[in-house]
C-alpha cells in the first residue's frame, strides 16, 4: 500500500509490502527494521526516515525552528509551486519527534543498555569538572586536606520569557519523561506548592524585580516563567531542578530547586548558592526548610551565600561586601552571572513552547538544556585551559600589587588587618555582617573651598596686611582658568553651521570672559604691581591646547563637530596673570614665592576637586550604560540614553581638562635646577598623575572602591590616591588604606584559589570521562545483541577520545603555562 514517507529530500508517496507470514514481526517492527519510524503503530500510513528527525532535532536546536516552520520548508522542497498540495503531516511530526527526543535522551544515558528504572535527572548530561563523589572524585576523596575544593557552586535565577498557556484539556496531556531530566516531576511539586507557605520578611534591600513580582499574577498563564539553577563555574543546567512559576518568583518555587540541589551532593558538605536576592531570600532558608515536609537539608551542611557581581551593585551598599564573590573565601575567581548567558538557548523556543501542551513544553526545555549542557561539554577542555592561562597572566600582578601595598604597611598593622580579614572570613556562616569590615567608606580628600577657607584663617592671623586677600584673588583666577577652559570647548563645538542663537551665545560667553580677565588683572596689581601686568600682555596667547586633545578619548561615540580657527585676541586665548603664569624663576627674582606656595596648595585642592568629580563622573556613565542604553528596548530609547551618556561623558572631561591644566600649572611652580625644588616636583606628579583616556572607561571604572570592573584589573591610580603627610594624620585615611590593602589581599587569595581549583577541574574531567568510558565497555560487554554492543562500544571509544583529548590539552597548557 501506499505509505506517506517523509525524509529531508521530501516528502513522497511510495509503495510498501509488508511480510504476512504467521511469524512475521507487526508491520512497526518492520518499518523499524528498514529504517522508517511510523507515525502511528496498528496501520501506519506515514513514515519518518531517522534522518529527517535528526534532522528536526538538530535544527530546532540550533536555529530554534518550530515543527511547523520545519515541515514548511519540506513542503516546499517537494512541491515549489503547489507547496499547500503535499500532504500535511504537521501533527504527526510533532507527535513523532517528542517519541524520538526522548528515546534519543534514555539512548544517550545508557538506559537502552540496562534495566535501572529512570530516577530525577538520570537523563540529564552532569558537569564534568564539578565535584561529584559518584563521578569524578577518587575513593578517599574524604582525606583530603583541601576539603574547601569539594565545593558545589550553584546559581539560581528566574526566566519570565518562557512562559506557558493554560491547556484547554489538561487531562489529555501525557508525560514521556516526568522528571527526567531538568523539570521537576509534575506530582511531588504540585503537592509542595499547595503549601502556600510564604515566609515574609522586612525587605532591608532595594524593592528588587524578583521581591516585587511573587504576587503578580497573570490570569492567561499557567506558568509566568521559570526557575533554574547551573553550577556557577562552567554554565551547566543542574538536574532535576527546573520549576515552573504560578505568580512570580516566590520562596516556594525556589526551596524547591535548592531541595534538589542538596539531594544531588551525594555527601558533600559545603555547598555555594548564588542568587541576585539572597540577602533576602537567606533569612528564613533554615526556618523554611525545617517546616516543609517537601523540603529537606543534609545534617551539617555548611551554605554560603552569595550575589552575582553584575547584582550585587543593584544592592545597598552594605550588600556589596556581604554576599559580594569577590570576599567569599574560597570562591574562586567567578562573577556568578553565568545563568544569564544560558537563558538565550530557552528564550528561542519560547515562542513554541508557549502554546504547547504542559508535558511537550517540558520536554522541549529539557532537551534545550541538555543540548546546552552537551555542548559546554565538548568544550570543556578550551574551557579550562583559557582559565588556566587566565591565571597565570592575573596571579603575579595581584600576588605583586599585594607585595608591595605590604611592604608600605607597618608589619603589626599588616598583620592585625590579615587576621581581622581571617575572623571575618571565618565568623561568615553566623552572620555576615562579619564581613562589613570591608564596607567603611574614607571621607572625600580635602576640597579646594576647605584648603581656600584654611588659607585664609590662616592670613587673617599675618600682621602685614598687604597680604591679606591673595587666597581670595588666586582662587579667583583658578575659577577663570576653569571658564576659560569651558568657554574654549564651546567655540570649538560651535561651527560655521551652528544656528545664530548659538553664536551669539558663545559671543556673549566671551564678552564676559573677557570683562572678568579685565577685573582679574586689575585686582592683580595690589600684589605684582603694573610692571609685570605690561610684561604680561607680551607674553604669548595661552600655550596650552584648552584641554582640545581630550574632545574625542573614550568609549563614547562622539558628534563630529565643525572647527573654526581661535583668533589670538579671543579671549579664552589670553594667559592669565596667575603666579604659575610668570613661572617659578620669575616669581623667586621679584619676592613673590608666597602667592607661588598659596597657588600650589590651592592647586592640590582643585585636583583632588577634579579627581573626586572624575570618579563620580564615571561611576554615573556606568550606571548609565547599564540602567538605560543596556537595557532599552527599543531604538528610540538607546537614542535617548546615549543622550544621556553624551552628558555625562561632557561633565566628565570638563574635570580631566580642569584637572590636567592645573597639574601642568603646577609643573610651573617649582624652581628649575633646584635640588630640592625638583624632587618636591617629581614627588608631586608622581602623586597627581597623567589621566589616559583608558582610565576614563565606564566598563572598567566604578563608584566606590570594591566593583567588579575593577575586580580583575588593579583599579587606576586615582582610585586609591594617597594623601599629603598632612592628609596621614586624619583618621580616615588609615580605614581608606586597610580598605585598599585588604582589597589587593582578597585579589590574590581568590586568585590563588583559582588556581588550586583549575586544575582540580581538570583532574575532575579526565575522571569523569574515564568514569563514561568504563560504563559504556560494561554495558557493551553485557549486552545481548550485536547492535547493542556495536552501540556501546561506539559510545566508549567517543568518551576515551574525549578524556585523550582532556589528558593532552591540559598537559601542553600546564607545560606553557606556569601559575606563580
Not at 512541491?79 to 511530526?93: G, I, Q
Request: net charge positive.
Amino acid at each position: 500500500r501506499l505509505l506517506v514517507v517523509v525524509d529531508t529530500s521530501g516528502i513522497h508517496e511510495l509503495p510498501f509490502t509488508f511480510c504476512l507470514c504467521g511469524d512475521a514481526p507487526k508491520q512497526d517492527i518492520q518499518l523499524l527494521q528498514l529504517g522508517y519510524y511510523p507515525a502511528s503503530q496498528k496501520r501506519p500510513s506515514t513514515v519518518f526516515t531517522m534522518r529527517v528527525l535528526d534532522a528536526f532535532l538538530v535544527s530546532n536546536r540550533e536555529c530554534n525552528a518550530s515543527a511547523r516552520s520545519f515541515y514548511n520548508m519540506l513542503r516546499r522542497t517537494t512541491n515549489a509551486a503547489f507547496p499547500h498540495m503535499v500532504p500535511d503531516r504537521y501533527r504527526e511530526l510533532l507527535r513523532v519527534s517528542r517519541q524520538w527526543r526522548n528515546m534519543k535522551a534514555r539512548l544517550s544515558a545508557g538506559f537502552g543498555h540496562r534495566q535501572d528504572a529512570v530516577k530525577p535527572g538520570d537523563l540529564a548530561v552532569r558537569c564534568p569538572a564539578c565535584p561529584q563523589p559518584e563521578l569524578n572524585l577518587p575513593d578517599n576523596w574524604k582525606e583530603d586536606p583541601e576539603q574547601w575544593k569539594y565545593t558545589r557552586a550553584v546559581v539560581m535565577d528566574g526566566n519570565f520569557t518562557a512562559q506557558h498557556r493554560h491547556m484547554k484539556n489538561p487531562a489529555d496531556d501525557v508525560r514521556l519523561a516526568d522528571g527526567h531530566t531538568f523539570v521537576v516531576g509534575e506530582e511531588r511539586y504540585k503537592e509542595h506548592l499547595k503549601l502556600k507557605q510564604e515566609w515574609p520578611t522586612e525587605n532591608t534591600c532595594h524593592d528588587h524585580r524578583a521581591v516585587l513580582n511573587t504576587a503578580v499574577s497573570r490570569g492567561k498563564y499557567e506558568a509566568t516563567g521559570i526557575g533554574a539553577a547551573a553550577c556557577s563555574r562552567h554554565g551547566f543546567f543542574q538536574p532535576h531542578s527546573t520549576v515552573d512559576f504560578q505568580l512570580g518568583e516566590r520562596q516556594i518555587n525556589m526551596d524547591y530547586i535548592i531541595h534538589w540541589i542538596f539531594a544531588f551532593l551525594s555527601g558533600l558538605t559545603q555547598v555555594l548558592l548564588i542568587y541576585d536576592i539572597m540577602c533576602q531570600y537567606i533569612k528564613r532558608l533554615q526556618e523554611r526548610f525545617e517546616k516543609s515536609q517537601y523540603l529537606s537539608m543534609p545534617a551539617g551542611l555548611n551554605i554560603l551565600g552569595g550575589i552575582g557581581q553584575f547584582h550585587v551593585h543593584g544592592h545597598i551598599p552594605r550588600c556589596f561586601p556581604r554576599f559580594s564573590l569577590n570576599f567569599i573565601r574560597y570562591a574562586g575567581i567567578q562573577d556568578g552571572e553565568i545563568i544569564e548567558t544560558l537563558w538565550n538557548k530557552i528564550n528561542g523556543i519560547a515562542g513554541s513552547t508557549r502554546g504547547m501542551s504542559s508535558a511537550h513544553c517540558h520536554e522541549l526545555i529539557d532537551d534545550r538544556m541538555n543540548d546546552s549542557n552537551w555542548m559546554k561539554l565538548t568544550r570543556i577542555v578550551p574551557t579550562l585551559v583559557r582559565k588556566w592561562r587566565r591565571v597565570c597572566k592575573e596571579l603575579p600582578p595581584a600576588d605583586q600589587k599585594f607585595a608591595e601595598l605590604e611592604a608600605k604597611t607597618d608589619a603589626t598593622q599588616g598583620a592585625a588587618w590579615l587576621a581581622a580579614a581571617a575572623a571575618a572570613a571565618a565568623g561568615r556562616h553566623a552572620g555576615v555582617e562579619a564581613l562589613d569590615m570591608y564596607a567603611v567608606q574614607p571621607s572625600p580628600l580635602p576640597t579646594k573651598k576647605e584648603i581656600q577657607a584654611k588659607l585664609m584663617e590662616e592670613e587673617l592671623q599675618v600682621d602685614d596686611i598687604n597680604a591679606g586677600g591673595e587666597t581670595s584673588w588666586v582662587a579667583a583666577g583658578l575659577r577663570l582658568e576653569e571658564r576659560k577652559l569651558s568657554v574654549a570647548y564651546t567655540a570649538r563645538c560651535v561651527g560655521m553651521q551652528s544656528t545664530d542663537a548659538e553664536r551669539i551665545g558663545l559671543a556673549d560667553q566671551r564678552q564676559k570672559l573677557a570683562r572678568a580677565i579685565a577685573t582679574f588683572h586689575k585686582a592683580a596689581e595690589r600684589h605684582f604691581g603694573v610692571q609685570p601686568l605690561r610684561h604680561l600682555r607680551s607674553l604669548p596667547a595661552d600655550q596650552t591646547r584648552l584641554g582640545s586633545e581630550w574632545d574625542l578619548v573614550g568609549d563614547v561615540p562622539q558628534i563630529p563637530v565643525h572647527r573654526e580657527d581661535i583668533h589670538h585676541l579671543q579671549p579664552e586665548t589670553l594667559a592669565l596673570a596667575l603666579p604659575s603664569t610668570f613661572g617659578a624663576e620669575y616669581l623667586t627674582r621679584h619676592g613673590l614665592t608666597g602667592l607661588s606656595d598659596k597657588e600650589l596648595q590651592l592647586r592640590k585642592g582643585q585636583m583632588n576637586d577634579c579627581l573626586q568629580a572624575i570618579r563620580i563622573g564615571i561611576g554615573h556613565k556606568s550606571m548609565v550604560f547599564r540602567k538605560k542604553v543596556r537595557q532599552a528596548t527599543s531604538t528610540q530609547a538607546r537614542l535617548r540614553s546615549f543622550d544621556e551618556v553624551h552628558v555625562a561623558d561632557d561633565a566628565l572631561k570638563k574635570n580631566v581638562r580642569i584637572y590636567m591644566q592645573a597639574r601642568k600649572a603646577v609643573a610651573r611652580l617649582f624652581l628649575p635646577g633646584d635640588c630640592a625644588a625638583e624632587t618636591a616636583k617629581a614627588s608631586l606628579l608622581a602623586r597627581y598623575r597623567t589621566i589616559v583616556g583608558d582610565d576614563l572607561k565606564a566598563s572598567t571604572t566604578v563608584l566606590e572602591p570594591f566593583t567588579p570592573g575593577l575586580r580583575h584589573k588593579h583599579e587606576a591610580w586615582f582610585w586609591s590616591m594617597e594623601d599629603t603627610e598632612e592628609g596621614r594624620g586624619v583618621g580616615w585615611m588609615e580605614d581608606f588604606n586597610r580598605m585598599i590593602f585588604l582589597r589587593a589581599h582578597a585579589r590574590r587569595e581568590r586568585w590563588r584559589e583559582e588556581r588550586i581549583l583549575v586544575r582540580f577541574e581538570m583532574e575532575c574531567t579526565v575522571r569523569y570521562f574515564e568514569h563514561m568510558a568504563a560504563d559504556w565497555m560494561r554495558w557493551a560487554q553485557a549486552s545481548l545483541t550485536a547492535g547493542h554492543r556495536a552501540f556501546a562500544e561506539r559510545q566508549a571509544a567517543m568518551w576515551r577520545s574525549l578524556r585523550d583529548h582532556a589528558v593532552n590539552g591540559f598537559a601542553e597548557a600546564l607545560a606553557a603555562h606556569q601559575a606563580g
